[in-house]
């Protein structure tokens, strides 16, 4: 009778999962780059899990960089995204743990020099 407690216990706890979001909303929609023509060519979105037992994995700036490329790879001639949005979801389920990183955003391509400037 113990044991089936104690293993009931211990059931919730592994199987218990937990998960947390954090993010970030970047506004560029003015002067990307000075003297240039900004084209919005629609909006892009991607997505990246990884997972660790025990430790958590950190999100670097390649792992942000590396979805950001994978974002744009979606619009021929996308330079740059703007007014994107990062996210980053920690799901937690006993020693097991799935981090995923999301980017959002508008992507762009651009004229360089073509701005009328008055």
Do not use: W
Request: aromatic share 10%.
């Amino acid at each position: 009778m113990r044991l089936s407690k104690l293993l009931i216990v211990g059931m919730f706890l592994i199987l218990g999962g937990c998960t947390t979001t954090v993010g970030g909303y970047a506004p560029q929609s003015n002067f990307t780059y000075p003297n240039s023509n900004v084209v919005p060519l629609g909006q892009v979105e991607a997505h990246k899990s990884f997972t660790g037992f025990f430790v958590p994995h950190f999100i670097t700036a390649k792992d942000v960089e590396g979805v950001m490329q994978q974002a744009l790879s979606q619009k021929p001639d996308a330079a740059l995204l703007v007014n994107y949005k990062t996210d980053t979801s920690l799901t937690t389920l006993g020693p097991f743990y799935r981090t995923t990183l999301s980017v959002r955003g508008t992507a762009v391509s651009m004229e360089v020099g073509q701005q009328d400037l008055h």
